[in-house]
């Protein structure tokens, strides 16, 4: 398939330094489960790299508004952008709640949802930066969004006997509301890991 599409990698660029955001975010909620003291620090940590995402969101959706020609559909770009900018939010959600509500101790099941988001991230973050070549790196990017599906589906069985396991033996009703909603905001992480891997498969079905 011919694409008479010009050459423009800033907006590569842009999706790939979202890609890096998003893993960093990540990143940072495992330290704040391994470091639950430095829980203020980091979710601060972690506005930050939101700010800076929310600024990156701007400047993409600036540039596609000025753009008369794309290097993929600007409807595309468009919805990786606003995924990505949503995942970093749900990541500084987590980290809020878990500061704000003085939650305490992270739990087993926070903790292996996070290192399954981390898994997931750093499996976006790879997809991102094949598009650049999508027709060269068409089979790698469509493995790599199957095993994001992957851990989309492993994080969902999770987040459901997590939240089971709550209600069946946490007996403080505060307690358990609390790391009920930081439970949820982790699995809506993942889910946005999944749509970005969709968007990503119909970039790759239109382009390779």
Known sequence: MFNFK???DSFYDMLEEGSRFILK????L???????????????DLYLILKAMRELSGNI??????????PMDREDIGLLNQRLELLVSKLHGV????????????TEVSRKLVTLQVEAIKQVEQAIG????????KEQIMKTCRRIAELESEADKVYRRGVAQLFSDEKDPIK????????????ESLNHCLYLANII????????
Do not use: C
């Not at 959706?61 to 794309?70: A, H, N, R, V």
């Not at 358990?176 to 699995?187: A, F, N, T």
């Open 30 to 44: 495992t330290e704040i489960m391994d470091n639950p003291g430095k829980g203020q620090e980091l979710s601060d």
């Open 6 to 8: 010009p050459k423009d």
């Open 95 to 106: 980290a809020d709640r878990m500061y704000l509500y003085k939650a305490g101790e992270p």
């Open 130 to 137: 094949n598009l650049r070549h999508v027709q060269a790196n």
């Open 201 to 208: 498969e119909s970039v790759v079905l239109k382009y390779a």
């Open 176 to 187: 358990l509301l609390k790391w009920k909603e930081i439970y949820e905001y982790l699995e």
């Open 25 to 28: 975010g990540a990143h940072l």
């Open 61 to 70: 959706t600036k540039k596609l508004d000025q753009s008369f020609i794309t």
